[in-house]
Structures are given as C-alpha cells and as structure tokens.
C-alpha cells in the first residue's frame, strides 16, 4: 500500500478503511513467531480460543529501525494489531465483538518491549460487499474474495450490525470503521491508523 498521510480530506464517507503504515521512528511486525497454529484465523475474524498460546512472543523486524510502538502496529500478517491503550478505547467506543489475543512484543535484540499488546480479531464477517461495483483483482481459488483492491463499495443495507468495526466476507482482513469511531479515535490521538474513505481510489493488496 502506498504511504498517506493518518488524516483524510473531509468527505462524505460513512464507512473507512483502516490500514496502517510505518512512521518514523516506529516499529512493525513482519512474520509470524513459532507456536501460532491456525495463522488464518485472526485475518479472516475466526475466533482462536484456547488455540492461541496467551503471551506469545512476536518480533520487531530488523527491516524497520525504529523502536517506538505505535496504537495500531503495522504488520505483514494482515492481523489488526495495537496497544494496550487501542484495545481499551475498541472496548470502550466500538461496540463490536473483539478476541483481545494478548501478545510479547521483543524488540530488535529480541528484550522485551512490551507484555501488553494484542490482536484485535474482530469476529464475522459481512456479505455487504458490492461485488459489481467494487474494483479489483478476485483470488482464483476463493472468486468470492479479493486478493487485490483498488476500490471499495459497500450495499450499505446488507450491513447487518451498528458496531463501529467490522469484517466483510469478500475482504475479510480490512477493517471496515464506522465515522463515529474513527471520529473518537482521531480525538484520542491514536498512532499508525491511516483512513481511506470506502469508495476512494485504493491500493491494497490483500
């Protein structure tokens, strides 16, 4: 995905993408540790249960120097990674059905840099995409889903929860985010979150 600034242009748009991007200074995530059976599941809103070891250990990679830890990490896993603070304020604002899965968070010489992180794996997904006027490339073994997207259009009426967060099927990994919420958010100061109006111009490989 291309670099964007965290605030968006005033629009229209009640629905946003939330995406992430490395910032200066900033740390991100780039594989997945041993002892994490079933990796699929956080991408696609499958809830882990006991299947997820409590604690585990992911690693800040070396390809991303900087050590500071942002509100929503940016990863290569297609997980919704955050903070201790951007999992109080989903719990508080989003109204929606969140599995906190705690993370160990080691830094660039594998010390701990936080106990306190986790996937926000937001649960189900939505058959609320517009498939017909929604733009981009579909998996060839899964049709019903997008591995490539340059635009994003939801049938706002198939839209079965008021919850700030949710999962769409054909897009499962992208956070779809209420205006409310990102408005709440916004107001609290939150890091790594960059916002992309649903029906804007996009490009996300999935």
């Given at each position: 995905m291309s670099p964007t600034m965290e605030a968006t242009a005033m629009t229209s748009s009640e629905y946003f993408i939330l995406d992430w991007l490395v910032l200066d200074g900033y740390c991100?995530?780039?594989?997945?540790?041993e002892g994490m059976s079933k990796i699929h599941k956080p991408a696609r809103g499958i809830r882990m249960g006991t299947e997820y070891p409590d604690g585990l250990r992911f690693s800040m990679t070396k390809q991303e120097p900087g050590l500071k830890i942002a509100d929503v990490i940016p990863n290569a896993l297609n997980y919704f990674?955050?903070?201790?603070?951007?999992?109080?304020?989903?719990e508080q604002h989003?109204?929606?059905?969140?599995?906190?899965?705690?993370?160990?968070?080691?830094?660039?010489?594998?010390?701990?840099?936080?106990?306190?992180?986790?996937i926000a794996n937001v649960i189900g997904t939505q058959e609320c995409v517009d498939m017909q006027r929604t733009?981009?490339?579909?998996?060839?073994?899964?049709?019903?889903r997008f591995m490539y997207l340059r635009r994003l259009a939801?049938?706002?009426?198939?839209?079965?929860?008021?919850?700030?967060?949710?999962?769409?099927?054909?897009?499962?990994?992208l956070m779809i985010v209420r205006r409310a919420l990102k408005e709440?958010?916004?107001?609290?100061?939150?890091?790594?979150?960059?916002?992309?109006?649903?029906?804007?111009?996009?490009?996300i490989t999935l």
């Amino acid at each position: 995905m291309s670099p964007t600034m965290e605030a968006t242009a005033m629009t229209s748009s009640e629905y946003f993408i939330l995406d992430w991007l490395v910032l200066d200074g900033y740390c991100a995530i780039f594989n997945i540790p041993e002892g994490m059976s079933k990796i699929h599941k956080p991408a696609r809103g499958i809830r882990m249960g006991t299947e997820y070891p409590d604690g585990l250990r992911f690693s800040m990679t070396k390809q991303e120097p900087g050590l500071k830890i942002a509100d929503v990490i940016p990863n290569a896993l297609n997980y919704f990674m955050v903070t201790k603070r951007m999992k109080e304020l989903l719990e508080q604002h989003s109204g929606a059905e969140i599995e906190f899965l705690r993370f160990t968070l080691l830094n660039h010489r594998g010390r701990v840099a936080s106990e306190d992180c986790y996937i926000a794996n937001v649960i189900g997904t939505q058959e609320c995409v517009d498939m017909q006027r929604t733009e981009g490339d579909l998996d060839p073994l899964k049709p019903e889903r997008f591995m490539y997207l340059r635009r994003l259009a939801l049938s706002e009426d198939k839209i079965e929860t008021s919850a700030g967060v949710f999962r769409s099927a054909a897009v499962p990994r992208l956070m779809i985010v209420r205006r409310a919420l990102k408005e709440q958010l916004e107001k609290e100061g939150i890091t790594g979150a960059t916002w992309y109006p649903v029906g804007d111009e996009v490009d996300i490989t999935l």
